[in-house]
Each structure stands twice: as structure tokens, then as C-alpha cells.
């Protein structure tokens, strides 16, 4: 039962999750072309975790942002930006394309991604 109230909160992290992870991609698509892969795949990054952030906050989790949050959320994105680079690098070292080699990056990080953002806007403190 209590995973079935959680539901609506997934399903909007999905939503949310599907505006940043395409402008994340659309950014870094763009980019990739003209500079290294890791400063554009990092700039997406940022941008997207801007947006998520506030996103996240208002329409996920349906919580006002505060300092608090946005250091537990950033913190959580710290961790994930640093398993996305880290699986990025290996598939493009495994031979995946720069086009194609975020794609199983995203597969991978943004299920972790909702377990870590999900604490920081759940979790009570004392």
C-alpha cells in the first residue's frame, strides 16, 4: 500500500526526469560537436540540474525550495554527476559513439538519481 501512494510522486519525477534528461542531451548533442565531450555533457548537466532542481521541488515532491534542499539536492547531483562521468568515459572507451554513449548513462544514473533526490526531499532531519 505505501508503494502504491508513492506512485504519483514517481510518476511525476518521470515527467520532470524526461524534461532535464532531454534538455541535458539536446545541450550536450550541440555542444559535443564543437568542444570536448566532458565540458559539454558538464554544461548540459548543469543546466538541466537547474531546472530539475526547481522542477523537482514544486511539482515532484510538491515541497517549497529552500538552502536546505538545494544543498541535498545538489549533493545527491554531485554523486550522480560523478557516476554519470565516470560511465560516460567507459562507454565511450568501450567504443560507443559521443552521439549514442549518454544513452546508457542515462539508463543507469537516473533510477540512482531518483533514490538520492527522493531522500533529500523526503527525509525530515531532527
Do not use: C, E
Amino acid at each position: 500500500m505505501k508503494r502504491l501512494k508513492q506512485l504519483p510522486a514517481f510518476v511525476r519525477f518521470i515527467m520532470v526526469g524526461i524534461f532535464a534528461t532531454t534538455l541535458h542531451y539536446g545541450i550536450y548533442i550541440i555542444l559535443q560537436q564543437v568542444i570536448n565531450v566532458n565540458i559539454a555533457y558538464s554544461i548540459g548537466y548543469v543546466l538541466s540540474f537547474i531546472a530539475n532542481f526547481y522542477l523537482t521541488a514544486f511539482f515532484t515532491f510538491r515541497k517549497k525550495p529552500s538552502w536546505k534542499k538545494a544543498f541535498g539536492f545538489g549533493g545527491a547531483h554531485l554523486i550522480n554527476y560523478l557516476l554519470h562521468m565516470s560511465l560516460l568515459n567507459l562507454f565511450l572507451w568501450l567504443g560507443i559513439s559521443k552521439p549514442f554513449a549518454p544513452i546508457p548513462v542515462f539508463a543507469i544514473g537516473i533510477p540512482v538519481n531518483f533514490l538520492l533526490v527522493r531522500f533529500v526531499f523526503k527525509y525530515k532531519g531532527k
